[in-house]
């Protein structure tokens, strides 16, 4: 194991994370909001950090094998959001107990967007913008980011990128060069971005809320600058360019990719985990929509149609915004969002969940299996649209199934015995595990009434979720620090 290479690589990653530093403190001065000093100050520290760990070890290059490109990943983001708390920890207000400040930066940049704090509106602009960035930055993955540059450094990035890209196909790159993976990859992230802002300008939101909520949006992350989230704008406008942009987020960046390349929207009608993606926010809509008409929740049709459109499509691409208390609808729809948000969105997008391809994977599996049971001598091959997929990929899927399942357990075991009722136990897992942001119970606005156990817990939970489980969890095997 290159441990010396690795720190070089940390040091370099942590002075360009105090780099990020500086807008929040720019905004603070636009503001004058007094909460600039604790982002200089982070800045400060981060960069001395970062510069002590690289200097000495800066001759130590090589190529990175895949075990290194694991504890990379892993120590990236442990790392990265273990700094990234140090301004929310040198905060006079609010004023956050490490436990709070890590829920926090963790839940930021790993884009779960649950939440410590309350009285959002009153903070300096200052936090809320670092904690809209957080979430910015950690929606594609700061690795990919990392993986633009770092070549430029003498750091091969093929490793860290097949140990961080989500979905089941790990090795299929877009462009010959992993840099330029990573690259498009960002220009077309930052492209949808822009867009997103303008458009909320556009309805209604001032130039504050429209960028940083394009950031959340983008990144799928649910946090806002504003207690009553999307709610607060009251714009059935707003909403629409909520989903609209939430549908995009949610969808194979590879495949926005592939269809501005080709020109044609072609590619996204013949890709079968986009019609399943699409097809999913449709029932959801449609059964929320009967339910809230047929309970009397809402009178108006167009009302009901507008929460219950938001609603579906926030809570199941895991983004979490709210435009009301889905908690309060009939028990029926926010459990359906809560597993709904257990598929999440499709596999190379910012979204969180086990992913559309896996579940549907999953289906098609089973499929297969009740057709062998009729036809015990047959031999059926599952396809994903046309092509044909190797049972390797499948078993892969099923073991993936069985890992995310068993860390869904014992984090829910670890929070009943730290004293948390069942519902909120059960939901609070699956929002930081599915890095959706709200659940029901206790935590259905905010997480602050939570013991400090039980946020390190879920801390892990947003770290398993994000970084897809085996990436993680192929740490704690004996193999993995054999020589």
Excluded at 86 to 96: A, M, S
Aim: charged letters at 10%.
């Amino acid at each position: 194991m290159q441990y010396k290479n690795i720190i070089r690589i940390l040091g370099l990653l942590v002075a360009l994370l105090s780099v990020t530093m500086l807008p929040p403190a720019f905004v603070s001065l636009i503001y004058r909001d007094g909460g600039g000093v604790s982002f200089l100050m982070g800045f400060i520290l981060c960069l001395i950090t970062g510069i002590l760990s690289w200097y000495p070890n800066r001759a130590e290059k090589g190529d990175l094998r895949a075990r290194e490109g694991f504890l990379i990943v892993v120590l990236f983001w442990t790392v990265l959001a273990s700094f990234s708390a140090i301004p929310l920890l040198l905060l006079e207000e609010p004023n956050l107990s490490m436990a709070d400040a890590f829920f926090e930066s963790f839940s930021g940049l790993t884009t779960t967007g649950a939440t410590i704090l309350t009285h959002i509106d009153e903070l300096p602009h200052a936090v809320l913008y670092y904690r809209q960035q957080l979430q910015w930055l950690g929606g594609m993955g700061i690795i990919v980011l990392a993986v633009a540059v770092l070549p430029m450094l003498g750091i091969g990035g093929m490793q860290l990128y097949r140990a961080e890209t989500p979905g089941p196909v790990k090795d299929s790159k877009m462009t010959p060069r992993i840099a330029d993976t990573a690259k498009h990859l960002w220009y077309i992230y930052l492209s949808l971005t822009i867009a997103c802002a303008l458009a909320y300008w556009v309805v209604g939101m001032s130039v504050f809320d429209a960028i940083c909520h394009a950031f959340s949006t983008i990144a799928i992350g649910g946090f806002s600058t504003h207690d009553a989230s999307m709610g607060y704008f009251n714009s059935p406008q707003i909403n629409l360019v909520c989903v609209f942009f939430l549908v995009i987020a949610g969808v194979n960046f590879a495949l926005h990719y592939a269809v501005v390349q080709s020109r044609s929207l072609k590619n996204y009608l013949f890709d079968p985990e986009f019609k399943v993606f699409i097809a999913i926010q449709v029932i959801l809509t449609a059964i929320c929509f009967t339910v809230l008409m047929m309970s009397g929740t809402y009178i108006d049709a167009d009302v009901a149609l507008d929460q219950a459109l938001f609603q579906s499509v926030s809570i199941s691409t895991t983004a979490g915004f709210a435009t009301t208390s889905f908690a309060d609808w009939p028990t029926l729809l926010p459990l359906l969002l809560i597993f709904a948000s257990f598929i999440g969105g499709c596999a190379g997008s910012t979204g969180g969940g086990m992913k559309v391809v896996r579940v549907l994977l999953l289906y098609l599996q089973g499929i297969r299996e009740l057709n062998k049971l009729v036809h015990p001598k047959a031999v059926f091959t599952i396809k994903l649209g046309k092509k044909p997929l190797p049972d390797r990929v499948v078993e892969a899927v099923w073991g993936f199934f069985s890992a995310y399942a068993a860390v869904f357990v014992i984090c829910m075991l670890l929070l009943l015995a730290a004293g948390v009722d069942d519902l909120t136990a059960f939901t609070a897992v699956a929002a930081c595990l599915n890095n959706l942001g709200p659940g029901l119970g206790e935590v259905a606005s905010n997480f602050a009434g939570l013991n400090d156990f039980s946020k390190w817990v879920l801390i892990l939970a947003m770290l398993f979720g994000r970084l897809e489980i085996f990436t993680l969890l192929v740490l704690f095997t004996p193999a993995f620090w054999r020589s």
